[in-house]
């Protein structure tokens, strides 16, 4: 059972466009919704992460936008560059001394095009 | 400081046999976590060790085991090996502590079952 559903599968963006990943969860025990970014034969490489006591976190180009009530929470890559192809994750994990198991969706590959 | 190391990098066995995977958090690092990542199910969550004693487990089969030392390092084990374990098998390190959730992995290891 998917407990994060991720979409887009894949997406393509022009160089400079905005690339927007969106998640959504189910369990509201989760309180930690980080973002990973992997590129081929590289282990996943956490971007940035938002906890559900605010609606956004930026962090450079990369913005968390986190929607409690909805369940929903989303990845914004403002001016987008080529370097920036690759494949992301939204995960989410819950609170509690019983550790920090990760719950992943299942991935956009993103291709930005020059 | 240095990253999470894992070995081997690539590992090919045939179906029965079984395997020893190793992993090296980052140094104070005292959560290791192990995620298989495949192209149908993606990234799923397999087992978290914390001061050498399981914390947390995931859907698999009892196959799959692990295990940690003293000194943080763990190793991850899979028995009888089948077809379809044949994955990218990644470790993650956490602090532990306030910073929880904050995984960081390491490159990985392909293995493949013929």
């Known amino acids: 059972q998917q407990q994060v559903k991720q979409s887009p599968q894949s997406l393509i963006v022009q160089k400079g466009g905005i690339s927007i990943i969106n998640c959504a969860y189910e369990n509201t025990a989760f309180d930690y919704f980080p973002w990973y970014q992997q590129f081929p034969g590289k282990g996943p490489a956490l971007l940035i992460a938002i906890r559900p006591d605010v609606s956004e976190k930026k962090e450079g180009r990369f913005t968390i936008s986190f929607n409690k009530s909805a369940k929903q929470f989303s990845l914004h890559i403002m001016d987008s560059q080529p370097g920036d192809s690759a494949t992301y994750f939204c995960a989410a994990s819950m609170v509690g001394n019983s550790g920090y198991a990760l719950n992943f969706g299942k991935g956009t590959s993103l291709l930005v095009t020059p | 400081k240095a990253g999470v190391t894992q070995t081997p990098r690539y590992l090919i066995k045939t179906r029965g046999q079984q395997v020893t995977l190793s992993c090296s958090p980052i140094s104070g690092h005292r959560s290791v976590s192990w995620y298989q990542q495949t192209p149908g199910q993606g990234l799923q969550f397999l087992f978290e060790?914390?001061?050498?004693?399981?914390?947390n487990k995931g859907n698999f089969p009892g196959r799959f085991s692990g295990r940690q030392f003293s000194n943080s390092r763990s190793e991850m084990n899979v028995s009888t090996l089948e077809l379809g374990d044949s994955a990218l098998y990644l470790c993650?390190?956490?602090?532990?502590?306030?910073?929880?959730?904050?995984?960081?992995f390491g490159p990985g290891t392909r293995l493949t079952v013929l």
């Open positions: 060790y914390f001061s050498e004693t399981q914390r």
């Open positions: 993650a390190s956490t602090l532990a502590g306030p910073s929880r959730g904050e995984q960081f």
